[in-house]
Every structure is written in C-alpha cells, then in structure tokens.
C-alpha cells in the first residue's frame, strides 16, 4: 500500500486525537464530555484540513494518516475498546479478544 506524506501539522492533530481518544477511553479525571467535545474538535479539524483538498478525504488515507501518526516522534497507538455482555473493555491494540 503506497504511503502518503502528510504535512506535520495534520500528524500533530491526529496525535492529539489519539491521545485523547486513549484518555477518553480509559477515564481519566477530567470530564468524559469535556474529552468528548475536544474529540470532536479535533475530528472537525483533521477531517477540514486542506490536505484533503489535493487528493480526496478516503477511509485508506485516514488509516494512513494514523499509522503515519504512530510512526511519528511522539506517537502512540490508539487502545482499543470493547463492549462484550455490558461491559467495556480497554486493552493494547496488540491484545487478542479474550
């Protein structure tokens, strides 16, 4: 799959996004509809970005732009959630269902 250079402010929102999205997900102190609202946000701005504009805003680019955000100095992955029999979960990308 071919890669795309994203510029350095788009990579900075969607490490933001991610930090948040984790927050988010694991319930930190601060206010779930406070997360909620920078979250949203911050989709507003990564999904409004002028990027999108040369090439066309695509589900394979975004996976891109988030793998490419990982990648970057100060990246990290997105925890992954799961809602089984009325609970949610929250485990490392990497972990297998149980």
């Given at each position: 799959?071919?890669?795309?250079?994203?510029?350095?402010?788009?990579?900075?929102?969607?490490?933001?996004?991610?930090?948040?999205?984790?927050?988010?997900?694991?319930?930190?102190?601060?206010?779930?509809?406070?997360?909620?609202?920078?979250?949203?946000?911050?989709?507003?701005?990564?999904?409004?970005?002028?990027?999108?504009?040369?090439?066309?805003?695509?589900?394979?680019?975004?996976?891109?732009?988030?793998?490419?955000?990982?990648?970057?100095?100060?990246?990290?992955?997105?925890?992954v959630v799961?809602?089984?029999?009325?609970?949610?979960?929250?485990?490392?990308?990497?972990?297998?269902?149980?």
């Open positions: 799959m071919a890669s795309f250079p994203f510029p350095d402010d788009l990579i900075h929102l969607q490490q933001q996004w991610t930090r948040t999205y984790n927050l988010l997900a694991v319930g930190q102190e601060k206010g779930a509809a406070d997360l909620r609202r920078v979250l949203i946000g911050l989709s507003c701005l990564i999904s409004g970005h002028p990027f999108w504009r040369a090439g066309g805003y695509s589900a394979v680019r975004r996976v891109e732009l988030r793998r490419a955000a990982e990648a970057a100095a100060g990246g990290e992955q997105q925890l799961r809602y089984t029999d009325g609970t949610f979960t929250v485990s490392d990308p990497g972990a297998q269902p149980s």
